[in-house]
Nanobody, 116 residues
Framework: QVQLVESGGGSVQPGGSLRLSCAAS????????MRWYRQAPGKQRELVAS????????NYADSVKGRFTVSRDIAKNTVYLQMNSLEPEDTAVYYC?????????WGQGTQVTVSS
């Protein structure tokens, strides 16, 4: 099993920044890909960013390219999502996801609200 705990959400004005953290524990050796998803009210869950654990390559949704950055601290078993130039459309619950050995693991989600 893999456990994921997110933190770092909150409220921010448009143009502001937030950094989300996702701390992984348990059988982390199984993890192949780490992803950040988000889900806004009334909308489907959307893949925002991904990071492949072997090599560290990253990928982003077009809507966040150039504004969001996914990174990791291997020593802390933690993945981050740095979000800059936030827009009201970024308002959502953000979820950390880990995939490996045919299994999906999810964090509890953290709310991000962008509003003036």
């Amino acid at each position: 099993q893999v456990q994921l705990v997110e933190s770092g959400g909150g409220s921010v004005q448009p143009g502001g920044s937030l950094r989300l953290s996702c701390a992984a524990s348990g059988s982390i050796f199984k993890i192949t890909i780490m992803r950040w998803y988000r889900q806004a009210p009334g909308k489907q869950r959307e893949l925002v960013a991904s990071l492949i654990t072997t090599g560290g390559s990253t990928n982003y949704a077009d809507s966040v390219k150039g504004r969001f950055t996914v990174s990791r601290d291997i020593a802390k078993n933690t993945v981050y999502l740095q979000m800059n130039s936030l827009e009201p459309e970024d308002t959502a619950v953000y979820y950390c996801n880990a995939w490996g050995w045919g299994s999906d693991y999810w964090g509890q989600g953290t709310q991000v609200t962008v509003s003036s």
